[in-house]
């Protein structure tokens, strides 16, 4: 069953300053939905929001199916004592589900109430999420964005360059069925870009990006969703930059 992201009269402040409110979006498969606005308007707060690593003000989130995964891409830059293979099996979430999945085979050793049922949960779970062949899987990205380096090296040793091919391999190994990318051009080579949105125009399930690259969001999105800081107020507008900047003017 193809996933959705739905969000309604989601609310969100930073401290007493109200950021936006009675947000109402629904992401299908298929839809790259752009998130645009000033600085401080609240686009990452949304992502963070969605990937629940913030609490709303208000309002409510939700997948359907209800068990979707939810990927994230943050703007800040991967942690300098993580290898490459360490920060992809993060971001892919093969990590998380590989520590569920090692649980769950120790309680099935074990014996416990339950665990049958808990570990095929959990090797369903490390199964849809790539983790049966990340390791291939990363060196033939890594080749494909162009990022000649071992999967072991530390990303502190890389160069601004460098960490961002690696974010954009993060991205296209990434089975999630629901993906949020914060500002993901940042120092991507037109190369790197073409391959970003090359992913991004093919991929099947919903996808909401905050950026600022006019030229990026005009190629990949379908939908914008504008947060106005000034009015407190949230517009919708279908199509690209290019498209939101005629509707907007009218």
């Known amino acids: 069953m193809p996933a959705s992201l739905h969000i309604s009269a989601l609310a969100a402040g930073f401290g ?27 686009k ?7 990937a629940g690593e913030h609490t709303p003000d208000g309002g409510a989130v939700r997948t359907s199916p209800t068990d979707a995964t939810v990927g994230y ?25 590989q520590a569920e999945f090692d649980c769950a085979t120790a309680a099935l050793t074990a014996g ?3 665990a049958e049922d808990r ?7 490390w199964l849809a999420l790539g983790g049966g062949d990340l390791d291939a899987r990363l060196g033939e990205t890594l080749a494909r964005v162009g990022l000649d380096v071992a999967v072991d090296q530390p990303l502190g040793e890389l160069s601004g360059g460098q960490a961002a091919r690696a974010s954009l391999a993060s991205i296209l190994l990434s089975q999630h069925d629901i ?72």
Do not use: C, M
């Not at 990452?44 to 969605?50: D, E, G």
């Not at 570990?119 to 779970?125: E, S, T, V």
């Not at 950026?211 to 000034?230: Q, Y």
């Open 44 to 50: 990452s707060t949304l992502l963070r929001i969605i």
């Open 119 to 125: 570990y095929a949960a959990a090797l369903d779970r």
């Open 112 to 114: 416990e109430p339950g």
């Open 16 to 42: 007493a300053r109200p950021l936006f409110a009675d947000l109402d979006l629904v992401v299908g498969p298929g839809d790259v939905v752009a998130a645009v606005g000033p600085n401080g308007a609240g």
């Open 179 to 250: 993906l949020l990318l914060d500002e993901p051009t940042n120092n991507l080579d037109q190369a790197g870009l073409g391959v970003l949105t090359a992913y991004l125009s093919s991929v099947s399930g919903p996808v909401l990006v905050a950026s600022h690259d006019r030229r990026f969001l005009d190629e990949v999105a379908t939908g914008v969703v504008e947060l106005d800081l000034h009015q407190q107020a949230v517009h919708h507008y279908t199509g690209g930059w290019t498209d939101y900047r005629a509707a907007k003017a009218l």
């Open 73 to 97: 891409l943050p703007q800040s830059p991967p942690r300098g004592d993580e290898t490459i293979l360490e920060y992809a099996a993060r971001r892919t979430g093969v990590a998380a589900a």
